[in-house]
């Protein structure tokens, strides 16, 4: 049994293969943590201690004992009021007006098979593969009731945490604060990991040391965000790829998120992840309930590249679904960079004639097909395609398409408006706006409220008549703008950033399930909206607007720490690139974007013949590699922000098989010799470079290295493949 109750002593085990996670009602009810980390046997209750802390306060029910606050007791699920002044997991805004909530444990009910969230994101398991356990506190005298949501995975060494809050008084609440996980540590001194950036440079990866005091990061922008990722990981100090602790936290939810990590007066540290609570304030009448988005957890005892592959595997596995969660997927050309709006149904069609001739496997038609789209400043909401553009209907071009033996796909942005548009002029009230207040712009559009059901029925019923003219493949669902007027002419204001990202699961889960078949990439600007939320309802994500492949070897190192390579759109485009001006070798170009879903963004009638076979040679060999690179085990072997070359390797799962990547990202004269060193292979076997046929030991490469070849020219790249011998 993954989930264990001791009666006797109301202490709740959770194992994994390789983990453990321990928590205890305590006499008074309250329910503490005891421990979160290598696998164990026994009781961890040794661990709590009890001192007169002195302006540490003491709850009313241990009377006139000094020694027992819960501003130093570690905790399941802290809220505010109870004598813990350090940050609380939730605030409670109650009907005499005060801000408490002091939660004792009611009743348990351990379950077989992995709960799910009504209207949200969240893992799922087979009935043999998860347990859950579901704890209930409530605060007795407001009456409002949290059941806390533990599910398990044993095999996968993953333990994920939700939070549904009701109110079961007879008055209002108001929900100000709530994180779906909490980590209470009473001793250790750990480095915080998050991923921060902006706008076409996501996801750089920042370690800082977590001292006395609170650091917060998060979003307030409607989504996760392109400044902060919702994953964060607490490492030990000396943790690196190979060697240490670490603990993983990743929220599954693409709006509004807080990440806060505190070390308090005795040196303990406190994680906490969940909703933000700016914008943030959620009335719950008696009887309502607010669901708080799940949180994924994970432990590594053996450092960082084992913590990723557990993350990457549980994504993969457990988050996303359909058609193309284990497929690879289609080798695609879009036709933005090719073209930006200035195209017609010709373009796009001898785009097709390209593809069909370098082995691509199909066609996107990106902005600018419908509506008055002829920039960015207007079109958006009116989704009928723009025949006259096109000069044919769109079932038309489709089926001209097809016939090359070319798949095709469209690009929508559902959530957006512009004002130049018949949408906006017919339905202004359904655009996110303050009233008396002039609007936020941004490209010149405006936000849908995706919170009001009757904006989501409209627009989905425009984009299905769309869908249904022909046979699309691939939708990429773009979101190009942040979310300022944050007001709904039918919702609480509280509730609207909240109900705004429910209301897009919707949208998607109801598009899913009407077009089983496609497959969706999600898009915000690139990475503004790249978290395991979308991740259930599109199993790949533009990774970054930037598709400089030297910027993408950062970019992508980022992404990897949680993400799997199966998940990250990464396409070849045009040199100079459009984003830097940097121009790379096509090769280079080639070995970046493998590390993801692989896809081209240029125009291939501007390349020469020799450019043109050597695609046809990536094509052919991303097709061949394709099962290792989506479900392989991925390693790190450099930081690209530190070292003077970028690499990374996938290993098959019997691990007979590797493809080493290297990008050389310095050159100096008279070049030292940078030695990579390969990990997941077989120590006791003898691998061979299928190019060259030379051969090594396993635990050579490992422990000594390949050396990489010292040549001239800049941003060189080398893909090496490693065949276990027979």
Aim: proline share 4%; with cysteine; net charge negative.
């Amino acid at each position: 049994m993954a989930i264990q109750y001791q009666r006797e002593k109301r202490i709740f085990t959770l194992h994994t293969e390789h983990t453990t996670y321990q928590m205890k009602v305590d006499d008074f009810g309250f329910l503490l943590h005891l421990y979160y980390g290598g696998k164990i046997s026994g009781d961890m209750d040794y661990l709590l201690t009890y001192y007169d802390r002195g302006f540490s306060g003491n709850p009313f029910d241990v009377g006139s004992n000094r020694t027992y606050s819960m501003d130093v007791q570690p905790q399941e699920y802290p809220g505010m009021g109870t004598g813990d002044f350090r940050s609380s997991a939730l605030i409670i805004h109650n009907t005499d007006e005060s801000d408490c909530c002091d939660l004792r444990y009611v009743k348990h009910e351990i379950k077989d098979g992995k709960y799910a969230l009504e209207g949200l994101p969240a893992v799922y398991a087979a009935q043999g593969e998860a347990q859950t356990l579901e704890i209930l506190l409530e605060d007795p005298v407001s009456k409002v009731q949290v059941l806390l949501l533990y599910g398990v995975l044993e095999k996968d060494d993953i333990i994920t945490r939700s939070v549904k809050i009701r109110n079961c008084s007879t008055g209002s609440v108001t929900v100000e604060k709530a994180a779906s996980a909490c980590l209470d540590f009473v001793a250790g001194d750990f480095d915080l990991i998050s991923f921060c950036g902006r706008h076409t440079m996501e996801r750089n990866l920042q370690r800082r040391e977590i001292g006395y005091g609170s650091y917060v990061t998060g979003s307030r922008r409607g989504t996760s965000s392109h400044q902060h990722n919702p994953g964060v990981i607490l490492a030990g100090r000396d943790t690196t790829e190979d060697y240490g602790s670490c603990y993983g936290v990743l929220f599954v939810y693409s709006g509004n998120f807080m990440c806060e990590t505190e070390k308090d007066q005795f040196g303990q540290t406190r994680v906490l992840m969940g909703l933000q609570s700016d914008l943030f304030h959620y009335p719950l009448a008696p009887g309502e309930a607010l669901t708080v988005p799940e949180t994924i957890l994970s432990y590594s005892g053996s450092g960082l590249s084992v913590l990723s592959q557990q993350f990457h595997q549980c994504i993969r596995d457990h988050i996303c679904r359909g058609k193309y969660k284990s497929q690879p997927r289609p080798v695609l050309i879009n036709s933005w960079e090719a073209a930006y709006f200035d195209f017609n149904g010709e373009t796009i069609c001898r785009l097709a004639q390209e593809a069909a001739e370098l082995g691509i496997d199909m066609v996107v038609m990106d902005d600018g097909w419908f509506g008055k789209r002829e920039d960015d400043n207007s079109g958006l909401g009116d989704w009928q395609v723009n025949e006259r553009k096109l000069g044919c209907t769109l079932g038309e071009m489709v089926e001209r398409i097809n016939g090359l033996g070319v798949k095709f796909g469209i690009w929508i942005e559902p959530e957006m408006v512009s004002e130049d548009s018949s949408l906006y002029r017919e339905h202004p009230d359904w655009a996110l706006r303050i009233p008396g207040r002039k609007p936020v712009r941004c490209r010149n559009q405006l936000v849908l409220d995706f919170s009001r059901k009757e904006v989501r029925d409209f627009i989905f019923e425009k984009i299905c008549a769309v869908l249904d003219q022909g046979n699309i493949e691939y939708v990429k669902w773009d979101m190009n703008r942040s979310i300022a007027d944050v007001y709904s002419m039918e919702n609480s204001q509280g509730k609207v950033s909240y109900e705004y990202v429910l209301g897009v699961y919707d949208f998607l889960e109801r598009l899913l399930q009407k077009y089983p078949d496609i497959l969706i990439e999600g898009c915000s600007g690139g990475g503004g909206r790249f978290d395991a939320g979308m991740m259930y309802y599109t199993p790949q994500i533009w990774c970054s607007d930037n598709t400089d492949a030297i910027d993408r070897t950062r970019i992508q190192y980022g992404t990897s720490f949680f993400y799997p390579v199966s998940t990250v759109g990464s396409h070849v485009s045009a040199v100079p690139n459009h984003q830097t001006g940097r121009s790379v070798s096509l090769c280079t170009r080639g070995v970046v974007a493998m590390a993801g879903t692989f896809g081209y963004e240029l125009d291939p009638g501007k390349l020469s013949d020799a450019e043109k076979e050597e695609i046809r040679k990536q094509v052919r060999q991303y097709k061949e590699y394709a099962p290792m690179i989506q479900s392989g085990k991925y390693y790190r072997l450099s930081n690209p922000f530190e070292d003077a070359y970028a690499a990374w390797m996938f290993v098959s799962e019997g691990g007979d098989r590797a493809l080493l990547n290297v990008v050389m990202l310095e050159i100096h004269g008279n070049m030292a010799v940078s030695y990579v060193k390969p990990r997941g292979l077989k120590a006791g076997c003898v691998y061979e470079d299928r190019a060259d046929g030379r051969r090594y030991s396993g635990a050579a490469l490992m422990e000594a290295g390949l050396p990489m070849p010292v040549a001239q020219g800049e941003y060189l790249a080398y893909q090496i493949e490693l065949i276990v011998c027979p």
